[in-house]
């Protein structure tokens, strides 16, 4: 039997307060709407679709027709959106310019079409929305043809197909940007940072294509964009913080003279701040980085769902701003209300990867404060992820860290289970490095033998030494030890205390 779409379900269920007040003034509810009243409200009330019950409520000929009203629902309620959300962004702008252009010489006005249209264009070279530059220029053309201008048509054809080409040229080089740094993108959030020599090799043969050497190469502002935040995240993932954040200065320069930029691409613009901040962390004394995370907070997107993926960056932040300024106690507050937060409004779809961060650095921040059931809440969402794939070094500390928890929680049955499962996903995964291998072997061969006596301090030392002579020889195992302070937790163990970095 064929499952009922959801669509409308998830669509609702994204709408936040002020739109589903605008709504239903917006259509008031009246005549043949009514059954529509009564989809939305049923389905603003379910915390999972359940197209049964949703029928149940429903008058028997709106239930046989449910599939039809769902569709037309759905198309209301985007009409709703469009014109709520009308012109808030720059592009929205251009595109209302230009239906009105359209209408303007349909029914020949033509000065004032003329006079939308440059204002349209003057807008769309000014963001370099190329393709609509290059419609709004035909647009033009088509206006003088309409009004038999010949002589503008003969003096300005020649100057304004050059143009045009120029736009071609301009989109054809901002493409092979995008292109190249889809690519890059996709690798680096799958792979997350370098580990071992092979995969410092991979990220530095994407960042050798020419288009990433010259900066000269980029015709655009766009493009140039785009050639600071690769090899500002080539950096980043390469575990040099100092450059990444040399080219997000740049970055957020560039932004900075050119407001345009920002008003059409609102990610790029929270990408450069929240990474500015995460490679930043340490640099500052503690008070003045609380004041920096809170910066984040403040940034104003047009629209909720844009809000909801700023402050899932900000509780990622803010999160990882206690981890490394090892301020415990001071965290609870703030990782409570990161809860909250993330159980109210997972509805609106935050950003997935910076969710799957903000999670695990709760679950640390629970870890420390020696609130282990609470921790293990938190890990076993991250673990739970549906995209495994993303972000493949977080996911693989999670599951390290997983085994130091149930460790904690003296869950001694379990352990087996949990570290063959874990030797498993690592090498599916290829990320069976030396930290991880010393860890596993440490949880699967000498934990479950270990008292409380002198033998468990020599065994924990003894791993201590191992971790400390493998990072001292292999820079690259260094970055494992950048989630979570291993060392503290192991000499914790050696002196007999709680543990506290």
Same mark, same amino acid.
């Given at each position: 039997m064929k499952?009922?779409?959801?669509e409308?379900?998830?669509?609702?269920?994204s709408l936040?307060?002020?739109?589903?007040?605008?709504?239903?003034?917006?259509?008031?509810y009246k005549?043949?709407?009514?059954h529509?009243?009564?989809?939305?409200?049923a389905?603003?009330?379910?915390g999972?679709?359940?197209?049964?019950?949703?029928?149940?409520?429903?008058e028997p000929?709106?239930?046989?027709?449910?599939?039809?009203?769902?569709?037309?629902?759905y198309?209301?309620i985007?009409q709703c959106l469009?014109?709520?959300h009308?012109?808030k962004?720059?592009?929205?702008?251009?595109?209302?310019?230009?239906?009105?252009?359209e209408?303007?010489?349909?029914k020949?006005?033509f000065?004032?079409?003329?006079?939308?249209t440059?204002?349209a264009r003057?807008?769309?070279?000014?963001?370099?929305?190329f393709?609509?530059?290059y419609?709004?220029?035909e647009?033009?053309?088509?206006t003088?043809?309409?009004?038999?201008?010949?002589?503008?048509?003969?003096?300005n054809?020649?100057v304004?197909?050059?143009?045009?080409?120029?736009l071609?040229d301009?989109l054809k080089n901002?493409?092979?940007?995008?292109?190249a740094?889809s690519?890059?993108v996709?690798?680096?959030t799958r792979?997350?940072?370098v580990r071992d020599?092979?995969l410092a090799?991979e990220?530095?043969q994407i960042?050798s294509?020419p288009?990433?050497k010259?900066e000269?190469s980029?015709r655009?502002? /766009?493009?140039r964009s785009?050639f600071?935040t $690769?090899?500002? %995240?080539?950096h980043?993932?390469?575990?040099? @913080?100092k450059? !990444?954040?040399?080219w997000?200065?740049k970055?957020k320069?560039?932004?900075d003279e050119h407001?345009?930029?920002?008003d059409r691409d609102?990610?790029?613009?929270?990408?450069?701040i929240?990474?500015m901040?995460?490679?930043?962390?340490?640099?500052l004394?503690?008070e003045n980085?609380?004041?920096?995370?809170?910066?984040?907070k403040?940034?104003?997107p047009y629209s909720?769902?844009e809000?909801a993926d700023?402050?899932?960056?900000?509780?990622g932040?803010?999160m990882?701003m206690?981890?490394?300024?090892? /301020?415990y106690?001071?965290?609870i507050?703030? $990782?409570?209300? %990161?809860?909250a937060w993330?159980?109210?409004? @997972?509805?609106? !779809?935050?950003?997935?990867p910076?969710?799957?961060?903000?999670l695990i650095?709760?679950?640390?921040l629970?870890?420390c404060n020696?609130?282990?059931?609470?921790?293990?809440?938190s890990?076993?969402?991250?673990?739970?992820?549906?995209?495994?794939?993303?972000?493949q070094d977080?996911?693989?500390?999670?599951?390290?860290?997983?085994?130091?928890?149930?460790?904690?929680l003296g869950n001694?049955e379990l352990?087996?289970?949990?570290?063959l499962?874990?030797y498993?996903?690592?090498?599916k995964?290829?990320?069976?490095y030396?930290l991880?291998t010393?860890?596993?072997d440490?949880?699967?061969?000498?934990?479950p033998l270990?008292?409380?006596?002198?033998?468990r301090?020599?065994?924990?030392?003894?791993?201590?030494n191992n971790?400390?002579k493998?990072t001292?020889?292999d820079?690259?195992e260094?970055?494992a030890?950048s989630y979570?302070?291993?060392?503290?937790?192991i000499?914790?163990?050696?002196?007999g205390r709680?543990f506290?970095?």
């Amino acid at each position: 039997m064929k499952t009922p779409s959801n669509e409308l379900f998830e669509l609702v269920r994204s709408l936040n307060p002020q739109e589903k007040k605008y709504f239903k003034q917006y259509y008031n509810y009246k005549g043949n709407d009514d059954h529509y009243s009564v989809i939305f409200d049923a389905v603003s009330a379910q915390g999972t679709y359940d197209e049964a019950r949703l029928k149940r409520a429903l008058e028997p000929s709106a239930s046989r027709n449910l599939k039809q009203l769902k569709s037309q629902l759905y198309e209301r309620i985007l009409q709703c959106l469009r014109h709520l959300h009308s012109g808030k962004t720059v592009q929205g702008k251009i595109r209302e310019l230009m239906d009105q252009a359209e209408v303007l010489l349909h029914k020949k006005q033509f000065q004032a079409c003329l006079k939308i249209t440059e204002k349209a264009r003057k807008m769309a070279v000014a963001c370099e929305s190329f393709s609509y530059a290059y419609e709004l220029a035909e647009l033009k053309e088509r206006t003088m043809q309409r009004m038999g201008n010949t002589k503008w048509l003969e003096e300005n054809q020649p100057v304004f197909f050059e143009d045009q080409n120029e736009l071609l040229d301009q989109l054809k080089n901002h493409n092979r940007y995008r292109k190249a740094a889809s690519h890059f993108v996709n690798v680096t959030t799958r792979k997350g940072h370098v580990r071992d020599k092979k995969l410092a090799a991979e990220y530095k043969q994407i960042i050798s294509d020419p288009l990433w050497k010259k900066e000269s190469s980029a015709r655009s502002v /766009r493009a140039r964009s785009i050639f600071y935040t $690769v090899n500002a %995240a080539y950096h980043y993932y390469s575990n040099d @913080n100092k450059k !990444s954040f040399a080219w997000l200065l740049k970055l957020k320069k560039l932004i900075d003279e050119h407001p345009a930029l920002k008003d059409r691409d609102f990610q790029l613009y929270l990408f450069t701040i929240n990474n500015m901040l995460n490679t930043g962390m340490g640099s500052l004394p503690f008070e003045n980085m609380v004041a920096e995370v809170g910066s984040l907070k403040d940034l104003k997107p047009y629209s909720h769902a844009e809000h909801a993926d700023v402050l899932i960056r900000y509780y990622g932040s803010l999160m990882r701003m206690f981890i490394v300024y090892a /301020r415990y106690p001071e965290a609870i507050e703030s $990782v409570k209300e %990161a809860e909250a937060w993330l159980k109210e409004n @997972n509805k609106y !779809s935050p950003s997935k990867p910076h969710s799957l961060i903000a999670l695990i650095n709760i679950a640390i921040l629970w870890f420390c404060n020696g609130e282990y059931r609470k921790c293990l809440a938190s890990l076993n969402q991250a673990l739970n992820f549906e995209e495994q794939d993303t972000l493949q070094d977080r996911h693989s500390f999670a599951r390290i860290f997983n085994l130091i928890v149930h460790f904690e929680l003296g869950n001694e049955e379990l352990l087996p289970h949990i570290t063959l499962s874990t030797y498993r996903y690592l090498y599916k995964r290829n990320r069976l490095y030396k930290l991880e291998t010393l860890v596993l072997d440490f949880i699967r061969r000498k934990a479950p033998l270990l008292g409380q006596g002198k033998e468990r301090v020599e065994a924990f030392r003894e791993l201590k030494n191992n971790i400390i002579k493998i990072t001292s020889k292999d820079p690259f195992e260094k970055q494992a030890l950048s989630y979570f302070d291993f060392l503290s937790w192991i000499d914790s163990k050696i002196e007999g205390r709680k543990f506290v970095a």
